[in-house]
């Protein structure tokens, strides 16, 4: 053998920067809100949709707006290298959904209320609460125009905080109008930041004749002051839009559900109208904005459908879980009911037969698995059983199986005593597990 091709220590490869891993027991947690969020959908009967991760560019960019910063500068897009088609690691799911409603042709029979749950992409800076891989739960109604579905979605990610157990989040609403308000305040908005134009950055001065709302998006602190002083969409509403806000603020009364009203709030996406909103807490730094959302009326059409109407949010679970962390609030997880113990390999295939069973039962169980030298002691085997979290430990031991029975041990309760178990009485003990708590 040379010194060539010797065999040598392999490099360890790494995950991508800003794309994390998520394992136990942190993953627990993250399936545990999922299962949160889908009773929640459930129970305000939205229906659940899986599109691709990868979709054509061209959809992003005559969706989303070519002047934003996903679509300028964000977006993971490449070409097929068999085809040379342009594909782009979708950066957020609004313009997937809409494109499967349209190419389905979801809405022949009226709205359709869906939901999704899965990773987006978007090439930022790294940063708590800001990453390249990250995760949207996203809500949408789609073939609605109604205030009143605005509404239901702010109430139902209002009732998620609320069972989460999530306090000090503040609701954001505004107004973006119709297109043809939008250009009204458009122009006044472009005369306000030429007349200042000293007070902006190079990027916004670009953007100013291109995209002037996004102006009002900027984080730049030297440009707030010019941006507080200009003229507010809000003043340029018609009395429809008017209206429509109205009704939805009238719910949110009706709910008890407080906001507070921000002029400057118009998102990321240009695909907004009418109503936009955002869910705001201070306690994660400078990536407060857990949920946001909006109504989209334009998008099925500019994306080739038959116009309809839609609203719709998207909520960040990273920062979710985060601000559980913050807040101290445990998510409840399902504890392993029990954990075998074989003092002896003889017992292997009845236990595994006896567990088998139990699970079959809905009963959760984790046999002790044997090493190369064969199994632990019995002192071992019980230090794993109260490691794992089991509420029993199982003692499958010669002596009672031959007798048809096992040992149970209550390893939660250190008072209660050990007791035999026969096993024609299996069925009735893993439902008397299902029923306690
Ligand atoms: P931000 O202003 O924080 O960049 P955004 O307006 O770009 O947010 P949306 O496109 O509205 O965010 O996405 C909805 C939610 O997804 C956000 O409110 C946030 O909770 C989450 N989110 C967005 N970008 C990221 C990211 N890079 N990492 C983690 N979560 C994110
Ligand atoms: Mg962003």
Same mark, same amino acid.
Request: aromatic residues 8%; negative net charge; proline residues 5%.
């Given at each position: ?47 659940? +949709? ?20 996903? =679509? ?19 950066? *957020? ?8 409603? =349209? ?45 009143? =579905? ?21 609701? @954001? ?15 006044? #908005? +472009? ?16 953007? #100013? ?17 010019? +941006? ?11 009395? /429809? ?7 939805? #603020? ?18 990321? !996406? ?12 201070? @306690? ?16 099925? *059409? ?55 069973? %139990? ?6 169980? #984790? !046999? ?6 064969? %199994? ?33 041990? /209550?390893?939660?309760?250190? /008072? ?22």
């Amino acid at each position: 053998m040379t010194e060539a091709n010797a065999p040598r220590k392999a490099e360890k490869l790494l995950a991508v920067k800003g794309m994390n891993d998520i394992l136990p027991p942190d993953s627990a947690r993250w399936e545990a809100l999922e299962e949160r969020v889908r009773a929640l959908m459930r129970r305000y009967a939205y229906e659940n +949709i899986r599109t691709p991760i990868v979709e054509p560019t061209a959809l992003f960019v005559r969706g989303l707006g070519e002047v934003t910063d996903i =679509v300028e500068k964000e977006m993971y897009s490449f070409d097929d290298r068999l085809n040379g088609e342009a594909l782009t690691l979708r950066p *957020e799911n609004t313009a997937g959904v809409v494109r499967a409603v =349209v190419e389905h042709t979801l809405l022949y029979n009226g709205g359709k209320r869906l939901y999704y749950f899965g990773p987006m992409f978007r090439h930022e800076r790294p940063q708590r609460g800001r990453y390249r891989q990250f995760h949207q739960v996203g809500a949408e109604a789609l073939g609605f125009g109604g205030p009143e =579905v605005d509404a239901e979605l702010i109430l139902m990610a209002h009732a998620l905080w609320k069972e989460l157990g999530i306090g000090g989040v503040e609701l @954001q609403i505004n107004s973006l109008g119709q297109p043809d308000e939008r250009n009204l305040h458009r122009a006044a #908005l +472009i005369a306000h930041f030429e007349a200042n134009a000293d007070a902006l950055d190079p990027e916004s001065r670009r953007r #100013l004749h291109l995209n002037p709302l996004r102006l009002l998006d900027s984080k730049n602190p030297a440009m707030q002051e010019v +941006i507080e002083a200009a003229p507010k969409l809000m003043d340029f509403l018609g009395a /429809a839009s008017k209206a429509h806000l109205d009704t939805v #603020l009238a719910i949110l009364d009706a709910n008890r559900v407080s906001y507070v009203m921000n002029p400057r709030l118009v998102r990321g !996406m240009d695909y907004y109208n009418l109503t936009v909103f955002e869910f705001v807490t201070t @306690q994660l730094g400078s990536q407060g904005t857990i949920c946001g959302g909006g109504r989209y009326d334009y998008l099925i *059409e500019q994306i080739g459908g038959k116009p309809a109407p839609a609203v719709g949010w998207a909520m960040g679970i990273e920062r979710v879980l985060e601000l559980l962390r913050a807040q101290e609030e445990s998510l409840a997880m399902p504890v392993l009911d029990v954990y075998a113990v074989i003092p002896d390999a003889s017992a292997l295939p009845l236990a595994a037969a006896c567990l088998q069973d %139990l699970r079959g039962a809905g009963v959760s169980a #984790l !046999m002790h698995a044997s090493g190369e030298s064969g %199994l632990a002691s019995m002192k071992s085997q019980f230090k794993k059983a109260d490691a794992s979290g089991a509420r029993y430990a199982l003692v499958f031991g010669a002596n009672e199986l031959a007798q048809g029975c096992v040992t149970v041990k /209550a390893l939660r309760d250190p /008072a209660a005593p050990q007791r035999t178990l026969a096993l024609d009485q299996w069925a009735g003990w893993a439902q008397s597990l299902q029923s306690a708590p």
